[in-house]
C-alpha cells in the first residue's frame, strides 16, 4: 500500500539492510584478498622441493603486497581484524586436537621443557652478544 512507502520505519530498516549489505560486501572482498594469498602460498608450497607451510607462505606474499602497497591495508582491514578478534576460538579445534596427543606428551614432557629453556637461553644469549657489539 502507498501508506507503507513513506512510513519511517520501513525507510530505516531499508537504510540499515543497505549498510548492512556494504559491511558484508567490504568482509567479503578483505576475505577474497586474504584467501587469494594463501591460495596462491600453498600453490607454490606444492611447487617447491622442500616442504614449507603454504600459509607461511601467503602470510609473507601478503606482507609484501601490503609493504610494496601492492594491496592497500583498508583491503584486507576489516576481515583481518574480525579474525584477529575470533582468533582464541579459531584455536579451540587445534586444541581439541591435542587432546589426542597427550599421552605422548606426557612422556616427552621434560624433554619439551628442557628444550624450549636452551631455546630461550639461547636466543637471549644471541641478542645480548649482538646488542653488545652493535654498541662498541
Known amino acids: 500500500p502507498a501508506s ?9 530498516f531499508q537504510v540499515e539492510a543497505q549498510v548492512i549489505a556494504q559491511r558484508a560486501l ?8 586474504i584467501v587469494a594469498c594463501l591460495l596462491v602460498g ?16 601467503g602470510m609473507l606474499l601478503l606482507f609484501v603486497l601490503l609493504s610494496l ?3 592497500k591495508l583498508h583491503w584486507v582491514e576489516l576481515g583481518a581484524g574480525l579474525l584477529l ?8 579445534p ?4 591435542l587432546v589426542a596427543w597427550l599421552e605422548p606428551l606426557r612422556q616427552s614432557f621434560g624433554l ?18 649482538l646488542y653488545q657489539r652493535m654498541n662498541k
Not at 600453498?42 to 607462505?57: E, H, N, R, Y
Open 94 to 97: 587445534v586444541a581439541v586436537g
Open 42 to 57: 600453498k600453490t607454490l608450497a606444492a611447487i617447491l622441493p622442500f616442504a614449507f607451510p603454504g600459509s607461511i607462505i
Open 4 to 12: 507503507l512507502v513513506n512510513c519511517p520505519f520501513i525507510h530505516s
Open 69 to 71: 602497497q601492492l594491496v
Open 112 to 129: 619439551i621443557m628442557l628444550c624450549i629453556v636452551l631455546g630461550i637461553v639461547l636466543i637471549l644469549g644471541t641478542v645480548g652478544r
Open 26 to 33: 567490504l568482509y567479503l572482498r578483505d576475505f577474497m584478498v
Open 85 to 92: 578478534r575470533h582468533m582464541g576460538v579459531l584455536f579451540v
